[in-house]
Structures are given as C-alpha cells and as structure tokens.
C-alpha cells in the first residue's frame, strides 16, 4: 500500500512529533514551510477557545505560503488527540478540528473508531502511536489509517521494545502507512528508519532546541548539552512511562536513579503522581537521540542538515 497523496508531498519523509507545551504555531508552520508535517497536542491551546485561533492562522499562513511558493508547497499539518478518559476536552477539540478540516489526526493512549470514522468523515486521516503489536492490531482493527511505532529511546511517552522488532512483527501482517519514533535525530537514522519498512521518522526531541520551539531556554540548554545516558525512564509523572532529563529531575530535588513508581489508574497530564513537579513543565521530556543535537538553531536550519544528512547517506549505500 502506499502512503496517502497528502503524506506524499513532503521534502523529507518526517513527522515532527507533537511536543506537550512545546510544539504550537511557530514550531509547526516553520516545520511545514520546511517541507515535513508540523504537529501539535490540542491540549497545548488553553483555553479550549485557542485551539480555533491557532487552527485559523496555521490555516491562513500555510495557505498564503503556497500561494506564494508554488514550486515549494508546505507539508500537511496534524493535531494530536489525547483519547484516555482523562482528557475532558476531547469532544469540543475534535469539534474544532472538524471546522477547519484538519489533514492528519494523530490519536494517542486509545483508540475510538466513532472519532476515526468522524476524521475520514472530513476527508482527515488518523494516525494512532502504539508500543507494541496487541495495540497496533486494535488500533487498525477500529479504523486508524495508520501507525507510529514507538519504540525505545522516544521522547516523553515512549516504549520498551527496540525498533527492529516492532517494526518487523507490525510489517507481517500490516502494509499501510507506518511512521517510526525513538532516537531519530539524523538523517542517516531517518534512511535507517525506512530500510527497517517504516515510510517515515517520527522526531520530536531535537525540535525542542529550535528557534520557533515554546521551552525556556534552560531546556533547550540542556537539550543539547545531554546525551542519550542522562535519559531517564519512568512512569512516576503521569502515570504511564516516559523519558525524561536526569537534570530536570534533579533540579526539582529527586534523584533520577531512586524513583517510585507511577500509578496508571490516575494517569495525570498536568501534575505528579507523588510528585509536587509538573511533567512536563517542570520535569523535560527527551529522547535518547539528542546526543546528535549541537546547537539551538531555526527549523529551516535543523530540517536542511537533515535533508543533507539524509541524501548523503542515500548516495553512501548506492557507492
């Protein structure tokens, strides 16, 4: 099968993943000017009303881009919707994504096939993020277009299982779209990612030390002073496991190697459970892949070193 026409108008075949906090307008139409899909958490627009402000000037912005840069259009945008039963805004974020027609849906932690059936009711595709085959085949089974696997090393919410086996055990049974996430922070990893039988690199952490990226400047520090040992995992913040930055953990007076576990049934995406620090105001998703990253720079800057790498990388092999 392949990939939907709108996932195939892209420079390079990536995904900037959907940041909490982090990724909202700026990052995502700088990434689609770049040529890959920009996404943001609905969650990120608060109130509830900001998420309709922001849906209209990425609309306007990417649609007044096109018009002037007919031989370089921007890439598809997507929203991603948090599914679990705690996220009570789910109904009116999905109204609103409805209004303005919003290309890509990404849902995450569940999936429901009313809210697929009501994407592809407006001519959306859904892409669900999974961590291992049981729930690819649910989320395929209720109707999604397509999957990200994410494997070990992703940022924030993240798996255990390596990307070799997740990717192989979903391509024996399932040929549709398949994005891979953990550790892609090159574009050699992203030509990795499709020789394996992904279609496209899911990157996020690497996002967070740009320019357009909404995190204070000690995070975007810290992201490129870090390598992939000072990741930690754990489940302590909001109830599911993630990956997080030793040195946000220590700053909120924890230490990284000694921490409780989490408590799924009170999965929390704006406190701690047990924990007086916010994840992830207070306590900074990453993925192992950001010993790659060197520098706070613009997207534009971050997305040609990846096209570079990548080409280079393609012509390496076919020497």
């Known amino acids: ?14 995904i900037g993943s959907p940041l909490f906090i982090i990724s909202g307008p700026d990052l995502v139409i700088a990434q689609c000017k770049a040529g890959i899909v920009g996404a943001f958490p609905a969650l990120n627009a608060r109130p509830q009303a900001q998420l309709d402000e922001w849906l209209h000037r990425i609309t306007e912005e990417l649609a007044a881009w096109n018009r002037d840069n007919p ?77 990200i696997a994410v494997a070990a090393g992703a940022g924030g919410h993240a798996g255990r299982l390596s990307p070799f086996a997740l990717i192989q055990e979903i391509r024996q049974w399932f040929d549709g779209p398949l994005a891979l996430s953990g550790s892609i922070a090159t574009g050699d990893a992203v030509l990795a990612a499709q020789a394996m039988g992904a279609d496209l690199a899911y990157i996020g952490s690497p996002f ?85 990253v060197s520098a706070i720079e613009s997207v534009a800057v971050r997305v040609d070193r990846l096209a570079q790498e990548y080409l280079a990388a393609r012509m390496r092999l076919a020497a």
């Open 1 to 14: 099968m392949s990939l939907p026409s709108i996932l195939q108008r892209l420079r390079l075949p990536v």
């Open 71 to 147: 031989d370089r259009p921007a890439a598809p945008y997507a929203v991603n919707q948090i599914v679990h039963r705690s996220n009570e805004r789910l109904e009116a974020d999905l109204a609103t994504c409805a209004k303005w027609q919003v290309p890509v849906v990404i849902t995450s932690l569940g999936a429901r096939e009313d809210l697929n059936t009501a994407v592809h009711g407006w001519g959306g595709i859904t892409l669900h993020d999974i961590i291992d085959d049981r729930f690819a085949r649910k989320a395929i089974e209720k109707g999604a277009d397509g999957l």
């Open 208 to 292: 967070i030390a740009t320019d357009e990226a909404n995190a204070e400047s000690r995070y975007k520090d810290s992201i490129v002073a870090s390598k992939a040992s000072d990741i930690v995992y754990s489940n302590l913040f909001t109830g599911v496991h993630g990956n997080y930055l030793r040195s946000s953990i220590e700053a909120a007076g924890m230490d990284p190697d000694n921490l409780p576990e989490g408590d799924l049934s009170t999965m929390n995406f704006g406190g701690g459970n047990g924990s007086k620090a916010k994840a992830w105001k207070e306590i900074w998703g990453a993925g192992q892949g950001i010993g790659a």
